[in-house]
């Protein structure tokens, strides 16, 4: 199982000193973040995809390219890639780009974004969210395994004998998570690839996920992938620690209050006890993290939420220092016990390489 961090890279006032970070500050904070993570023994750091304020993280081949060359067992994911209004033809090029510069220490997740201003701006109407996702998709599945591609859809200009380079590393394509927050479609999607499937896991309660993940898994037995229980599934989700819970609740309350996706709503309290959300001691994280394969089964990945809301880099660096000597060594244990064998771990570019040539041998 691969524990990290997302980001969705807001620049957003810290409410304690009254400082809001210059867009430059905040991308070089991301990227400490970054290295910090490898160095605290965390498996996957993963990075938004935005285009408006006050969000930074509008190129993420870039950040990631350049964490890339300063890291050397940190898998770098997206935390969203918007398959809607990005070109898949782009798409395909940048990430294989990305995992030839990462020695195949890449992956990416799929989603359609939660900003419908973003479609105008590339070109595109809201209205065909999900019509895009599953074309766009179609296509850059076809572009990272076909050498020489003719096609035509509704929503890009046909595509006539056409090779996007560079070829994905080893000939394996980067593994795939779709990400959803509310959409059964996307989950349909992953479903019928044999795809991950990533639950942000933030906004809504227990239950809501549950249906999701087991909606997805149902299709992906039915769809001949494996189990339902061999699915691939990741979860999301926001922590703040401290080693006295009460501190922990005082020190994080003024974010929380006017966090750009949770302030000026339900009290903390109320959404702590109603999403994922965990403030409190290292041993509260540990016990409601292990309570989600409760209701979600064995899966294969965890991201935590570090750095919203305007938290001072200082902070979120002594966070990651608790997550990675003290929560997920944990994890690992706890998560480990009665996993049965069948039950996937991550996939890796090494583990896909050995599956396609266990399938040419066969």
Known sequence: MQFGVFTVGDVTQDPTTGRVPTDAERVKAMVTIALKAEEVGLDVFALGEHH?????????????????????????????????????????????????????????MMGRGNTGPVYPWFGQDIRNGIALA????????????????????????????????PRPLDGVPPFVWHGSIRSPEIAEQAAYYGDGFFANHIFWPKEHTQRMIG??????????????????????????????????????????????????????????AQTPLTVGSPQEVIDRTLSFREYVGDYQRQLFLLDHAGLPLKTVLEQLDILGEEVVPVLRKEFAVGRPAHVPDAPTHESLKAAQAEKVDA
Do not use: C
């Open 134 to 165: 599953v074309e766009n998709y179609a296509l850059l599945r076809r572009l990272w395994r076909e050498d020489v591609v003719d096609w035509e859809g509704q929503f890009r200009t046909p595509l006539q004998g056409f090779t996007a380079t």
């Open 215 to 272: 909606l997805y898994r149902q299709r992906f037995e039915h769809y001949g992938h494996g189990a339902a229980d061999q699915a691939i599934v990741g979860l999301g989700g926001q922590v703040f620690m401290r080693k006295n819970s009460q501190d922990a609740k005082r020190e994080f309350r003024p974010y929380f209050d006017n966090a750009p996706v949770y302030g000026h709503g339900p009290s903390m309290e109320d959404f702590t």
């Open 52 to 108: 408006n304020p006050p969000f930074v993280p509008s190129s993420p081949t870039t950040m990631l390219g350049w964490i890339a060359a300063k890291t050397s067992r940190l898998q770098l994911s997206t935390a969203t890639t918007l398959i809607t209004t990005n070109d898949p033809v782009k798409i395909a090029e940048d990430y294989a780009m990305l995992q030839h510069l990462a020695d195949g220490r890449v992956d990416l």
